[in-house]
């Protein structure tokens, strides 16, 4: 290989190269915006993923473009190409740099996840923060008992212990440590939030313990990630991210209000088509009731 051709591959894996940075950069706006600590952790490595795809793809694709118009064989060749084989550094080549990427990309991928540590406790540090800052932050007091969050064919319930509170809404407080505790009264759910990057499943017969910390105020959805059933989709409630003066006055407001049937959109169209003349023939797992509450979440309300 001469001195010219060298130059201009290099030029050619730099050109690469800052082209899949700045894909890579423009990949933090694909995101819903960016709701909970955990989102920034996953928009990071999702963004070195995004870099890293786009470099291997530009690379593979080009060196195909430009076997295609330059090293194409003449109009009536039909001559087979030179016998190669036996090329070892070519296979050492080929099989090592898979290897370095999968640990490289299994390795960064476990950081993110260890540094998140949305199943179990996780302190200040564990996000990267500084000791001092990490002290000062600190929790002085007992930590409150964790949110109860029931998931059933199909509807969403939260149970607040202390005060007792039931919602089909979701309400935490900006900046403070939310702690979960997700359990399935049927089949197989997915607890999940666009806004926050989290989501985890929620296995019958379980009680999973499960964390984040929400940074941006406003009103986000909460989705079914799993097939449940017949009306999974609707299996959709808000969660609202608001300041601790505003939270405190929710729960005032919550603890004050007389329980009642919240709405419930899957056992309202289920009636709907019970009643319907039309008969499909086959059968559909019936909705579970109405929770009954002292807030709910109406469909109307807007949400990010």
Do not use: C
């Not at 894996?13 to 950069?25: E, F, M, N, Y």
């Not at 929770?291 to 949400?303: K, L, T």
């Amino acid at each position: 290989m001469n001195r010219r051709t060298l130059l201009i591959l290099v030029g050619l894996a730099i050109a690469d190269l800052l082209i899949s940075l700045w894909i890579g950069q423009q990949a933090y706006h694909w995101m819903p915006p960016q709701a909970s600590a955990e989102a920034l952790l996953v928009d990071h490595l999702f963004s070195f993923m995004t870099t890293l795809g786009s470099f291997i793809f530009l690379g593979v694709m080009g060196t195909l473009l430009y076997a295609v118009l330059f090293q194409r064989a003449a109009k009536y060749d039909t001559s087979d190409g030179p016998a190669i084989e036996g090329n070892v550094k070519l296979e050492v080549v080929w099989t090592a740099i898979p290897i370095v990427l999968v640990i490289w990309i299994a390795t960064v991928s476990y950081q993110t996840y260890d540094r998140m540590g949305i199943l179990g406790g996780m302190g200040p540090m564990a996000m990267g923060m500084p000791m001092a800052e990490a002290a000062s932050v600190a929790p002085t007091e007992a930590e409150p008992a964790p949110i109860n969050v029931y998931a059933r064919q199909w509807a969403w319930e939260f149970h607040y212990p202390d005060p007792d509170i039931r919602s089909t809404e979701l309400h935490l407080p900006v900046d403070q440590r939310a702690r979960l505790l997700l359990s399935s009264e049927d089949v197989l759910h997915g607890f999940f939030i666009p806004a926050f990057r989290v989501k985890q499943d929620v296995v019958p017969g379980r009680d999973i313990s499960f964390e984040f910390t929400p940074i941006r105020k406003g009103r986000y959805r909460l989705r079914d990630s799993e097939y449940s059933g017949t009306y999974f989709a609707a299996n959709q409630t808000d969660v609202v991210v608001e300041s601790a003066e505003d939270y405190q006055q929710w729960l005032a407001t919550a603890v004050a209000t007389p329980p009642f049937a919240a709405q419930n959109v899957a056992y309202e169209e289920f009636n709907q088509e019970t009643q319907s003349a039309l008969d499909l023939g086959w059968e559909t797992v019936k909705p579970a009731p109405a929770p009954v509450v002292n807030y709910a979440s109406s469909e109307n309300d807007p949400h990010e």
